[in-house]
């Protein structure tokens, strides 16, 4: 039975991190990453896709059954509860959205830290699974167990841009991730319109994170896209995202498909067949 956190042990250890994004809450799709013994964790996209709190135990416990972590990512008006419900169901990982300053973080950091003399947090012992199913653990075992959870922080904002050395001083941020769409749409600017300011804002952030001694994590399509990353230090990546990948696939290979089958004379590439 998993009873180690497995985020916690590569970065203390010092180990590169590797994960893929998955939006469906059917612990299959974890197992199936699991059984690919290729990821070190999952990283269930909360902030997209619809959940219950049955669905988040079903999936850590998938997770568990390959030594697989797991880490959430969650709104920002609700995080406290939803973080401490995850953790709870055995998540070892949360990731934060939104904040754009060091009183946010602060305040999300306590939130999911032990109640402790001085453990810095309001999270007491609610009687959960946890990792491995260690729903009765000594207390000081299980305010252990909360400091372990790892802590990411997207840096999505201007003002959290601004803010990154406050940001990446806060006792209990382990990793912080860039995110260019919101960064962009907090500048009023699209995307693709402006590549080079974002990535030299995503420099800026992940020099930050390394001087502060924290773990910069980013996102990436393809492998090809690591080497850029790791020439500027950063380790943990992303790879993949499961909604993004069913996409490519239905709109490349379907479209092709589609354009045969209308040669056949069925439709007039509207799918229709009658």
Known sequence: MMKENKLRYHLDHGLPLLSTRLWSTWPFYTEVVGSTHNFDYIEFVGEYAPFTQYDLENIARAAELYEMGTMIKLDLQNR???????????FQSIMFVDHVNAEQVRE???????KTPGGGGTFGYPNRRFIGAQSHIPAL?????????????MIEKEEAVENIDEICSVPGVDMIQFGPNDY??????????????????????????LDHGVRPRCEIVHPEDAQ???DLGVKDFSLGDQLA????????EGRTMRDMVNQLGFGEGNGDCC
């Open 108 to 114: 999300s950091v306590e939130m999911v830290k032990p």
């Open 245 to 252: 990948k069913l996409k490519e696939f239905w709109n490349g």
């Open 184 to 209: 962009c749409m907090s500048r009023g600017w699209n995307t693709a319109d402006h590549k080079e300011e974002f990535k030299a804002a995503e420099r800026k952030c992940i020099r930050a994170a």
């Open 228 to 230: 850029y990353y790791m």
């Open 141 to 153: 075992d299980h305010a252990k167990r909360l400091d372990d959870i790892v802590l990411c922080f």
């Open 80 to 90: 406290g509860y939803v973080a401490q419900k995850a953790i709870g169901a055995g």
